[in-house]
């Protein structure tokens, strides 16, 4: 055989290859696609595995997508997290049906759509209430739904009003019907739905809160884990399972969300209210719900720097304050220099004057004809009289390392009192 004929038939060989390789995966995307008769239109391209993975149901695809997560971090981050990725996965239990998540989501849809349309009403009236008033001003601490929402968006916003407001959004005193969200007119009759329902709509706003702060990140996924990493701490329970409810939410708790990044139920819920599922459009409805302004700091709120103190911590600092612990009962070696004049380089408005610099003049040394001697004084705030080593309030200080002084406000890494 002639080289110019062994060269067609190897180039034919290889045409034949690829296009068997083409209709196998053709056939498998085919297959795969036709054994997912439940899939919901709203949430086929929300999912952060293919549709030809062959996960039939919402329960499916989530613990499909957890594992595959979980499964990456674990390769990441070390074999102690992988290990106890089973039990974890035990532990969850008792998770929803495919028909409650349906009606979580619906009856926070319908809770958005409600406030969407009172601010909108707002606006065209001049007046900032709602059946006598106003989301933002409710004062009503009663009821499952706000006890529940309660602390469940602390660094999740950057001020107290945007958080007072996704809390109070759960408020049962302005629930509107469930059913209502197709209807034309949104209804605030009170609903109650039960306990479980409640507790997954406030996880899957929160995923819609993880999304909107990703506006703006560009990368791969490996390259936004990086972006992150530095969230992870040694012993982290691996990622639970979307919308998984977390009794005892705390410090840790808001970390690890921000750490993982689970966004797939804020992109259903995105796609029953019928915006665009990308992190614009969850920044966007946020900005129309009055929770975040247009120019909120999202490359903060990423960080997981703290925005603002937890009431355990405000608590601490109010113990600290009625500290009577005193170094130099012990020590014996401070002096009283309030006589000194100390200066300090801060505008009126700082709030944190913890160094100064005071000047003494030792003598003119006028019979030697040389000059005056000075002695510069360097004044530091003593930190240990109110946060000694070990202390509850030097913990809440680390959990900071510092303080932030940005343009538009200033984290302090102590409580104000």
């Known amino acids: 055989m002639s080289r110019s004929s062994q060269l067609a038939a190897a180039s034919a060989l290889l045409f034949i290859t690829a296009l068997s390789s083409i209709q196998v995966a053709v056939g498998f995307s085919h297959v795969g696609i036709n054994n997912s008769p439940s899939l919901h239109k709203r949430d086929c391209d929300a999912r952060y595995t293919s549709t030809c993975c062959g996960a039939a149901s919402i329960e499916e695809r989530r613990t499909l997508s957890w594992t595959t997560r979980s499964n990456n971090y674990c390769s990441r981050y070390g074999a102690a997290l992988k290990s106890n990725a089973n039990d974890a996965a035990e532990k969850t239990g008792d998770e929803l049906t495919e028909e409650e998540i349906d009606e979580s989501i619906e009856y926070l849809a319908n809770l958005i759509k409600a406030h969407l349309d009172s601010r909108k009403r707002s606006n065209e009236d001049d007046s900032s209430e709602i059946d006598g008033e106003s989301l933002e001003d409710s004062n009503s601490e009663d009821g499952i739904g706000y006890q529940l929402a309660k602390g469940r968006f602390i660094d999740l916003t950057t001020t107290l009003e945007g958080e007072h407001l996704l809390e109070r959004l759960f408020d049962t ?29 406030i996880t899957t706003l929160q995923s819609l809160l993880i999304y909107g ?28 399972p979307s919308g998984t409810w977390i009794p005892d939410w705390n410090a840790d708790c808001i970390r690890r969300l921000k750490f993982f990044r689970d966004v797939w139920l804020g992109k259903m819920l995105l796609a029953k209210l019928i915006r665009k599922r990308t992190a614009q459009g969850a920044f966007d409805l946020l900005v129309d719900m009055g929770v975040w302004d247009r120019h909120v700091d999202t490359a903060l709120l990423r960080s997981g720097f703290p925005v603002r103190f937890l009431e355990s911590e405000l608590e601490i600092s109010k113990e600290a304050e009625r500290n009577e612990h005193d170094p130099d009962a012990v020590l014996g070696i401070r002096r009283d220099l309030r006589e000194q004049k100390v200066y300090t380089v801060d505008s009126a408005s700082t709030l944190d004057i913890d160094d100064g610099i005071a000047v003494e003049v030792l003598g003119d040394d006028s019979d030697g004809g040389g000059e005056a001697r000075h002695r510069y004084w360097i004044h530091i705030a003593d930190v240990d009289r109110y946060a000694p080593r070990g202390s509850k309030l030097l913990n809440v200080a680390e959990r900071r390392g510092t303080s932030l002084y940005l343009p538009t406000m200033t984290l302090c890494m102590f409580p104000p009192k």
């Open 173 to 201: 005193t302005h629930n509107p019907s469930p059913q209502s969200i197709d209807n034309t007119t949104v209804t605030t009759t009170p609903t109650t739905p039960n306990k479980r329902i409640i507790q997954h709509a």
């Open 213 to 240: 702060i990703q506006i703006g990140v560009k990368g791969s996924e490996e390259a936004q884990q990086k972006m992150v990493r530095h969230l992870f701490r040694a012993g982290d329970a691996p990622q639970p």
